[in-house]
Structures are given as C-alpha cells and as structure tokens.
C-alpha cells in the first residue's frame, strides 16, 4: 500500500515547486489580458474583483501548463518602445502601398529569398524580429535557424541585388529597433558590437 | 461633444473602415492573381492585417461614443493583438511546408540563399538522405 501521507506531502513539494516557477511578469500580463476580455478598465467597483481573479486564473494557467522561463529575460524602454511602435506601423503602411502597387500591376512579379543572419543572440528577440517582419508586407519567414540566429525571408519584389540588399537591411533595421525597446543591456552590446551593415554584407 | 468633433471622428472612422476594405479587397485580388503559394502568402497575410487593423480603429472611434455594450475598447485591442501575433506563426508554416514540399515556381526567384546552404548541407552530409528539417 502507498501511505497516502507520503503521497500527499510529495504532492504539496512538487505544487510548491510549480509555484516558485511562476513569472510574475507573465502572469501580469495574461492578467491585463483577462481585464481586457471583460472591460475591467472602466472605473467600478467589479474592476478589483475583476483584477484580482484574472491574476489567480493566470497563476492557476501557469501551475497547469508550466513554460520554461524566458532567458535572458526583457527589459521595457518606453521611449524606444513608442518609437518602435511608431516605425513598424510606418513601414507596414508604406509596404502595403508597395505590394498594392505590385498586386495590380500586370505581369509577373519575381523575388528572392535571402539569408539575414541576425547580430543578437537572445531567442526572444529572434522571434520578435520575425513576427515584426512577417506583419510587414513583402516579407514572409520561410525558415528560421535558431542555433545560428538566421532568418530565411522570401521577399516580394527583390529581382536585383539593390532590392535584395535594400530588403535585408530593413530587417537589420527591424532588429535594431526591437532590440533597442525590448532587449536586455547584453542584447544592446551584441548589437553595437555586432558588425555593422557594411561587413554583414560583405560575408553575405 | 459638440457636432463638429462628431463629424470629425465620423469621417476619420469612415476613411479608417474604407481604407481597411480596400485592402482586404487587393488582399483578395492577390490571391487570385499571383501563381506560387509563397507570392500568395505575402498578399494574404499582410494587406489583410494593416486592413483589419484599421477596420478596429474605425470601430473604435464610431462606436465607443455610442456607449454600446457589445464593444468595448479592449475587445478591439485583443482582437488587433492576436491577430499580429498568429498571423506570421500560421504564415511561417505555411510558407515553410511549400518551401520543403517543393510548391516554389524556380522561375520567379531570382536568388535563393536558403537552396544554396541546404545544397551545402547536402553536400557536407555525404550526398543522399532528405535534407535536414532543421538546419
């Protein structure tokens, strides 16, 4: 017979275990999710309750489903943050004009599919950089290697070594900016003392 | 709110929801129009996301005045924000399985760097066996 009593206290180890793994970062942020879902930011009283019972599903989610910590890790720039806001909704309006152009015009229309090998090391920051340049017309992830920080991105238009030059530094750009609003200070050293655009492309 | 503002927002919420149809619309045309999956992918995707995104906007501004209890301000937000976050996740599978599965039209890629380091790959491989999925 299994004592229960043993059972019961590996039980309270491994749920004190969990706990400790919980983000409370992330359990914020699913928690601004859940007042977002029910309105919470109305000023009234059923907004704390509401506060407080999104947090406890959120830390409940994480006890569930436990996820492997983010490393290294993100820090917020507000300034950068707005500005990297404000650039990548610039560039999706001006590539949605782009591929408009592209999509009415007649004949066919050719590309290229192009190696951009990113300067930071972080996971974080690889995934931030291709969900920004696949909200961005003209560039779609074919494949991503992860261990050398590559992205493969198929780019709509570049028939000629100026468009795909133009086309893999406005990634680079993208980088920079994520880099700069989301990156920790190591991310921000790798890409300073990365090489710059220049020597990327003479190895490319 | 005196009237004029209201005719203001009325008309920046109009512009926002026709700008958004419009290209949803070239979304749809590119569709039709372009023959590989991987052009196809850049129409579908992304005019798609900017149009949907403004069509929130002008709904936001239209209708939260009106103090209707269907929208709110947040329910636009989360659907503007899980939009942008699935959209490149379903796109890069898409777009990779085409790659591997071979559906590229060779004619319209002018260079391909992903072949050239998967043929290198190959090589180094010692020839045969199917190209790594992860390389």
Known sequence: ?204 | MSDQVVAVLDWIAILCLLAGALLSLVAGVGLIRFPDLLSRMHTAAKPQVLGLLLVLVGIGIRLIPEETNVFNIGTLILVGLFQVVTVPVAGHIAARVAYRTGRVHADLIVRDELAERLAAKRRADGGGGPPETRA
């Open chain 1, 1 to 204: 017979m299994i004592d229960l009593k043993a059972k019961k206290r590996m039980g309270l180890a491994a749920l004190r275990r969990r706990l400790g793994k919980v983000q409370v970062p992330v359990a914020l942020g699913m928690t601004l999710v859940w007042l977002l879902l029910f309105d919470g930011f109305r000023l009234r009283f059923e907004s704390l309750g509401l506060l407080v019972l999104g947090f406890l599903v959120s830390v409940v989610i994480m006890l569930v489903f436990p996820l492997p910590p983010i490393t290294p890790g993100f820090r917020f720039r507000p300034v950068y943050l707005v500005r990297m806001l404000v650039y990548v909704f610039g560039r999706m309006a001006v590539a949605s004009f782009r591929v408009t152009v592209q999509t009415l015009s007649p004949g066919p229309v050719r590309s290229s599919v192009v190696a951009v090998p990113l300067r930071t090391e972080a996971d974080l920051m690889l995934v931030c950089t291709a969900i920004a340049s696949s909200i961005i017309p003209g560039s779609v992830i074919v494949e991503v290697s992860q261990p050398n920080h590559i992205l493969y991105v198929h780019l709509l238009g570049a028939d000629d070594e100026k468009g795909i030059e133009a086309g893999r530094e406005d990634i680079w750009k993208l980088e920079e900016r994520i880099v700069m609003a989301l990156g920790t200070r190591e991310d921000v050293d790798a890409l300073r003392a990365g090489p710059t655009v220049d020597d990327r492309r003479e190895d490319a």
